[in-house]
């Protein structure tokens, strides 16, 4: 009892202490003047430029949420008008908490969660265990596919596109988000390297397999998808958005 009592008020605290009105997050509404420290601080993502990762303050203090979550959130209720089409069958890969929630209080209602479960983690109920390299729906199922920052964790990332295609209706849309590297014209990736620090060392994190370079469009491009790629951050200085990190679109061509 004392130790909640404890955690409550050290969190008000924090709160009062980091409120302001530089940024304002669209999940919670809470306004503060910074924004929470994420991501390591490695030498191959500043050596890469790797958008999409490394150390940076983008964090809310009250929910948590972060800026690549707040991009795809905005970018779903003002471009795509997500929440003008409750019709939609939507298909969300290692879904976000609080884009899940957004979604669901939203009246979204054929909204599919999956993730590779995996050991050592909790899923919330409405998430099902899949592989994005074998997703169990029938050809041309969903209208729009969220798979934000997750390719990079797959073995077989042409597999996983492959799939995702496969999914996606004619006229429906997948928004596909990885770490990119500003300076490498080619995607880094090594299969013999399989120890958790090396991967890390070698590409930013325990369990990512790769290092998406400039090629990223046209390993989607290979797999039948056509590419888009657009950059809104300068239209919402308040959501503490990585002004680099462009959001990339796929259509089947």
């Known amino acids: 009892m004392i130790k909640k009592v404890i955690h409550k008020v050290r969190r008000t605290l924090t709160l009062m202490s980091h409120a302001g009105s ?17 991501g390591l601080d490695l ?11 490394g150390r940076r303050n983008a964090g809310c203090y009250q929910c948590g949420s972060t800026d690549r979550e707040r991009l795809i959130y ?16 939507i298909l969300h890969l290692a879904p976000e908490k609080n884009l899940s929630k957004a979604l669901i209080q939203g009246g979204i209602k054929n909204y599919v969660c999956g993730d590779l479960f995996t050991e050592g983690y909790h899923y919330p109920d409405y998430v099902q265990n899949m592989d994005v390299q074998q997703i169990p729906y029938g050809d041309k199922h969903f209208d729009l596919i969220i798979c ?41 990736e090594d299969f013999s390297v399989t120890d958790p620090k090396e991967r890390e060392q070698k590409f ?3 369990d990512h397999v790769r290092i998406y370079g ?36 796929v259509k089947k061509v």
Not at 243 to 249: G, V
């Open 74 to 89: 905005i970018y779903l209720k003002d471009s795509l008008r997500i929440f003008e089409h409750p019709e939609w069958h």
């Open 43 to 53: 030498p191959v993502l500043r050596e890469k430029h790797v958008v999409g990762a």
């Open 214 to 249: 400039q090629d990223y469009v046209t390993r989607l491009q290979s797999c039948g998808l056509q590419v888009t790629k657009v950059n809104i951050s300068s239209n919402y200085p308040k959501l503490g958005l990585n002004p680099e990190e462009d959001i990339y679109t």
């Open 148 to 188: 934000n920052h997750l390719l990079e964790h797959v073995p077989d990332d042409k597999k996983a596109m492959n799939e995702l295609n496969r999914v996606l209706k004619d006229n429906g849309t997948a928004i596909l988000q990885v770490p990119i590297s500003m300076n490498s014209e080619r995607t880094s």
């Open 204 to 206: 930013g994190q325990f």
């Open 22 to 38: 530089n940024y304002e997050c669209p999940f919670c509404n809470y306004k503060a003047k910074d924004l929470v420290p994420l």
